[in-house]
């Protein structure tokens, strides 16, 4: 899954983590001496919503206890539109935003998630990331809203679910689709009307007609929102391919952080980071499989003339986001030079 730099890329990684084990030992016993929020995408007992539990927990343990860590799920006091401005306000300290639901005050988070048509491979994105200036120029655009980005971490590809079968990309046309951002900026291109709404919305506007499909961050959404229940087909070509997904912590309270405990932070998130892309790439297999026992059915495959433009829609986004800004210019320049 990872090829060979994408190896050698998570072995640095776990370096990290290693190397800051020995300032743990050092540090148990404490009381806390930092109480962090921490807000995510997905509702208790999801999947994902138990990985980012478990980069909470790697700080607490990594830290000795001496940052404490509360989980902020899904709805629980932030909104999913709400995380990106919560975290620059210090209301919470560390967040998960989904950058799609952020398109119109952080352009740049648009390009970093991944523009329609991006690749799926997981090595590749690594390497984009830390060894070609992506994640240089990401932490940039973070530091200019009051934000410090820590390892960000890899999601498998979207792929939009319906209540009808998408017979040909005209049947797209007059559909209102759940898609933030670029992902809704294609569709549209498709003749859709794309709308913004958070993950725990999903089902019940399904289920009341308010949308006629919707993306989601990946497979394992689909099937632990349930939208199998109310809506019945996947489309077989991916919206995107893999998607990159930021860490991000209040400035303020990062700069407040001795140097030892920022050092365990960023070695928890590139475990995170490690644990998201192993178990994602299970669990997208797995969520499949257990949809089509509930009924999934795939629409027909799309033509030649349908994939072409499938293609054609994606393609003027690019230039599109790399006019909204200096930071997102300079990620589509990188992107082009790949």
């Known amino acids: 899954m990872f090829g060979v730099k994408g190896k050698t890329l998570a072995k640095k990684l776990l370096a990290v983590t290693l190397g800051v084990s020995a300032l743990v030992s050092s ?37 000795g206890g001496r940052i404490a860590v509360q989980v902020l799920y899904s709805g629980e006091g932030v909104g999913t ?89 005209a049947d797209f046309k007059g559909m209102k689709i759940r898609a933030p951002g670029a992902y809704g900026k294609f569709l549209r291109n498709l003749g859709a009307s794309p709308v913004s709404l958070a993950w725990s919305e ?17 497979m394992i959404d689909h099937r632990d ?14 919206i995107a391919g893999a998607q990159v997904l930021p860490i991000v912590v209040n400035r303020r309270a990062w700069n407040k952080l001795p140097d030892d405990l920022k050092a365990i932070v960023k070695g928890a998130t590139a475990v995170h980071a490690i644990e998201q892309v192993t178990k994602s790439k299970l669990w997208e297999s797995q969520a499949v499989a257990e949809m089509e026992a509930k ?10 003339a349908d994939k072409k433009a499938w293609k054609q829609a994606g393609q003027t986004l690019a230039q599109e986001y790399a006019k909204e800004n ?13």
Request: no cysteine; aromatic share 10%; glycine share 12%.
């Open 225 to 238: 929102g349930n939208h199998v229940e109310v809506a019945k087909y996947m489309y077989p070509l991916p």
């Open 27 to 63: 540090a148990a016993g404490f009381a806390a001496e930092y109480n962090w929020r921490f807000a995510n995408l997905y509702g208790r007992g999801t999947a994902f919503g138990a990985v980012y539990e478990d980069l909470a927990k790697q700080i607490e343990t990594m830290s």
């Open 202 to 218: 999903i089902y019940t506007s399904l289920a009341t007609g308010v949308i006629d499909g919707s993306i989601g961050s990946n």
């Open 81 to 169: 539109s709400g995380i990106l401005n919560a975290v620059k306000s210090g209301l919470i300290t560390m967040g998960a935003p989904f950058q799609p639901m952020h398109a119109g005050e952080f352009p740049a988070g648009v390009v970093e998630v991944g523009l329609p048509g991006g690749t799926s491979d997981v090595g590749e994105l690594m390497t984009l990331f830390h060894e070609r200036g992506f994640g240089d120029v990401m932490k940039k655009a973070y530091a200019s809203q009051g934000l410090v980005s820590l390892e960000p971490y890899i999601q498998p590809p979207v792929y939009i679910i319906t209540k009808k079968p998408i017979n040909s990309i």
């Open 326 to 338: 200096p930071y997102s210019k300079q990620l589509v320049e990188i992107l082009e030079k790949q």
């Open 295 to 304: 009924g999934l059915k795939w629409s027909p495959a799309p033509s030649d």
